[in-house]
């Protein structure tokens, strides 16, 4: 296990491993066997680097080992809510770009503000996220 999170009320928990699964477990609905009740592969070939839930509980953020974050609902459903952009790779100057052009090493929710949360990356940047953005992009590069 390579990464773990817990939602406000620790009912569930999210946890990522080096193979890029992510389990999630509901604390209320388990049984005897302690299984999960979702696994999932965001992104085929990359490790889980962390996992935030959001201050409701509604959402969980996933980062992997490449340079889009996912939000997935706290069901775990097989599809992301969003995820976020890549960035042009090309671009000298990282403000131009919209995302992170290399892989991310950490993200977490924003404690209080239920729609932000920060991803960092090799590129050398921390990026804020506005999940309410059309399409989710960069709100700002820290």
Same mark, same amino acid.
């Given at each position: 296990?390579?990464?773990?999170?817990?939602?406000?009320?620790?009912?569930?928990?999210?946890?990522?491993?080096?193979?890029?699964?992510?389990?999630?477990?509901?604390?209320?609905?388990?049984?005897?066997?302690?299984?999960?009740y979702r696994s999932l592969e965001p992104v085929e070939?990359?490790?889980? *680097? =962390?996992?935030? $839930?959001? %201050?409701?509980?509604?959402?969980?953020?996933?980062?992997?080992? &490449?340079?889009? !974050?996912?939000?997935?609902?706290?069901?775990?459903?097989?599809?992301?809510?969003?995820?976020?952009?890549?960035?042009?790779?090309?671009?000298?100057?990282?403000?131009?770009?919209?995302?992170?052009?290399?892989?991310l090493t950490d993200g977490m929710w924003h404690p209080? *503000? =239920?729609?932000? $949360?920060? %991803?960092?990356?090799l590129d050398g940047t921390i990026r804020l996220w &506005?999940?309410? !953005?059309?399409?989710?992009?960069?709100?700002?590069?820290?």
């Amino acid at each position: 296990i390579t990464a773990l999170g817990l939602d406000p009320k620790a009912s569930r928990m999210i946890t990522g491993s080096m193979d890029g699964t992510i389990k999630f477990f509901d604390f209320n609905g388990m049984s005897e066997e302690k299984q999960a009740y979702r696994s999932l592969e965001p992104v085929e070939g990359h490790m889980v *680097q =962390a996992i935030s $839930w959001g %201050t409701t509980g509604g959402r969980a953020l996933v980062v992997c080992s &490449d340079s889009h !974050a996912r939000v997935y609902d706290r069901d775990g459903s097989s599809k992301p809510i969003q995820s976020t952009v890549k960035g042009d790779m090309y671009v000298r100057c990282l403000e131009h770009t919209q995302g992170h052009t290399q892989m991310l090493t950490d993200g977490m929710w924003h404690p209080f *503000q =239920a729609e932000h $949360w920060a %991803t960092a990356s090799l590129d050398g940047t921390i990026r804020l996220w &506005d999940i309410t !953005a059309n399409p989710v992009g960069m709100d700002q590069v820290l």
